[in-house]
């Protein structure tokens, strides 16, 4: 049983993949880990056979005969390998800090009921990416989670948080399993979200640990709002059963993200 399996759903981002799969030969090279590193391709189109031809023996390739979406990929990888860990990466990630991949198993491993673990995401200039993370506690985070949205502030500390970004985050795997894996509802967006609040609903806790960065270009691959409003739609209906706390809620949370921001703002003048 390895102790981490690499998942990477690619969708017409060749370029980035070859970009990341060679941070993450570099983050294991010496065997410190027992480690196993898959890719499937979402029915992009794109030709990776170079890809493959350079990483033959060390990344496993895998096909999926139509675009199953971000979570189903994930799924679909989950059936090729039987390791104890899941490290989720989007292909435009890029591990720049040495033994990325130990470090958050290592942060995975501080209790036995911590189910996954996320590092700080980082811009390519350097700036801590938005929304890497959503916050558990505080006036906001319990505002935005009433009516099915997330509260994120910059932090600098580990934390229990309500979710970490799928694009790297490190997921026990028997917490996967145990709540069936990425719901394939969600094509692209919330689906970290829905996934870790299931998790968490069975007693797993969630960490981000800014320690360790992970770079990540972000928003490589299709239309934001294409995906974005059904994905929305779907998880208030799924986790908030009030229709007026779907509908009043969420324009709460925003008309106080408005004012908090300008008292902010006055306080520092």
């Known amino acids: ?37 898959l890719v499937v391709d979402n029915a992009s189109g794109d030709d990776l056979s170079a890809l493959e031809e350079r990483w033959a023996g060390r990344v496993e390739f895998h096909r999926s005969p139509s675009n199953v979406g971000f979570g189903a990929g994930h799924n679909l990888l989950a059936t090729k390998h039987e390791a104890r860990t899941l490290l989720l990466l989007n292909p435009d990630t890029e591990l720049i800090e040495p033994r990325t991949v130990a470090r958050l198993l290592e942060a995975l491993s501080a209790a036995s009921d911590v189910a996954a673990v996320g590092p700080q995401l980082v811009t390519t200039e ?16 319990r505002l935005a989670a009433a009516g099915g949205s997330s509260h994120h502030r910059e932090r600098h500390e580990r934390a229990e948080v309500a979710w ?19 719901d394939p509802g969600f094509f692209l967006y919330k689906e970290e979200e829905d996934l870790f609040l ?39 209906h799924k986790h908030v059963r009030s229709r007026v706390r779907r509908t009043v809620m969420p324009v709460a949370y925003e008309g106080w993200v408005r004012v908090s921001g300008r008292m902010r703002r006055w306080a520092g003048r």
């Open 198 to 236: 299931r998790i968490r609903r069975r007693g797993g806790r969630v960490l981000y640990e800014p320690s360790v960065r992970v770079r990540h270009v972000g928003s490589v691959t299709g239309v934001r709002r294409a995906h974005l409003d059904a994905s929305v739609r779907r998880f208030r």
């Open 164 to 182: 970490v970004s799928a694009a790297s985050s490190l997921i026990a795997r028997e917490h996967f399993d145990a709540v069936g894996g990425f």
């Open 126 to 141: 350097s700036t801590v990416h938005p929304w890497d993370h959503g916050e558990l506690r505080g006036f906001g985070a």
């Open 1 to 37: 049983m390895p102790d981490v399996a690499v998942q990477i759903v690619n969708y017409n981002t060749a370029a980035h993949l070859a970009t990341c799969l060679e941070t993450v030969d570099r983050d294991l090279a010496g065997g410190e880990l027992d480690a196993r590193v």
